[in-house]
T-cell receptor, first 113, second 115 residues
Framework: AQKVTQAQTEISVVEKEDVTLDCVYETRDTTYYLFWYKQPPSGELVFLIRRNSFDEQNEISGRYSWNFQKSTSSFNFTITASQVVDSAVYFCALNQAGTALIFGKGTTLSVSS | EAGVAQSPRYKIIEKRQSVAFWCNPISGHATLYWYQQILGQGPKLLIQ????????DSQLPKDRFSAERLKGVDSTLKIQPAKLEDSAVYLC?????????????FGPGTRLTVL
């Protein structure tokens, strides 16, 4: 069975703090894709990153970075020097051939000034 | 490039009433998805279309929910009759070919409240 677990329901930080959002996934397939989406208060899901199961290189995009570790089935997301605009719900998701996205329950990040 | 359009944005109905949601995907996208997002949870797939054919509707409560995608473009999701537990945000998404690595683009959603 495929499953995505985001154990952190809510995280609160102060601006400029670094924060890591955890994601653990379960799948029996060897080929799969992992995604992170951001859902701001407006409600629209915004794509952040896609990673395939054969590429374990970490990725950095500005203040965002992602750490993919197949050994622990984790795909964690770190925001460096957080800003108020980062406040949103963040979803980790899994996709395999022939299925639609399977989402975790999301982590609500609140950044205060 | 225009994004995924959905209407209405909000809908309030009484239980046992009917409601319909509309979605217009990104031009050229073959695959269209309807997700249900209950408060505090991640989106859950209801139905996936490839052009105008259904790929996956295994989680669609077919006794009350129906969806169609005539001509492989716009889609309509209907609930008849609605129950209290149908209160949720209904998200429409589209992707180019529906492959596992395709990015899915989401619309703003329709927030349904059933009283």
């Amino acid at each position: 069975a495929q499953k995505v677990t985001q154990a952190q329901t809510e995280i609160s930080v102060v601006e400029k703090e670094d924060v890591t959002l955890d994601c653990v996934y379960e799948t029996r397939d060897t080929t799969y894709y992992l995604f992170w989406y951001k859902q701001p208060p407006s409600g629209e899901l915004v794509f952040l990153i896609r990673r395939n199961s054969f590429d374990e290189q970490n990725e950095i995009s500005g203040r965002y970075s992602w750490n993919f570790q197949k050994s622990t089935s984790s795909f964690n997301f770190t925001i460096t020097a957080s800003q108020v605009v980062d406040s949103a719900v963040y979803f980790c998701a899994l996709n395999q051939a022939g299925t639609a996205l399977i989402f975790g329950k999301g982590t609500t990040l609140s950044v205060s000034s | 490039e225009a994004g995924v359009a959905q209407s209405p944005r909000y809908k309030i109905i009484e239980k046992r009433q009917s409601v319909a949601f509309w979605c217009n995907p990104i031009s050229g996208h073959a695959t269209l998805y309807w997700y249900q997002q209950i408060l505090g949870q991640g989106p859950k797939l209801l139905i996936q279309f490839q052009n105008n054919g259904v790929v996956d509707d295994s989680q669609l409560p077919k006794d009350r929910f129906s969806a169609e995608r005539l001509k492989g473009v716009d889609s309509t999701l209907k609930i008849q009759p609605a129950k209290l537990e149908d209160s949720a945000v209904y998200l429409c998404a589209s992707s180019l070919r529906g492959l596992a690595d395709n990015e899915q683009f989401f619309g703003p959603g329709t927030r349904l409240t059933v009283l």
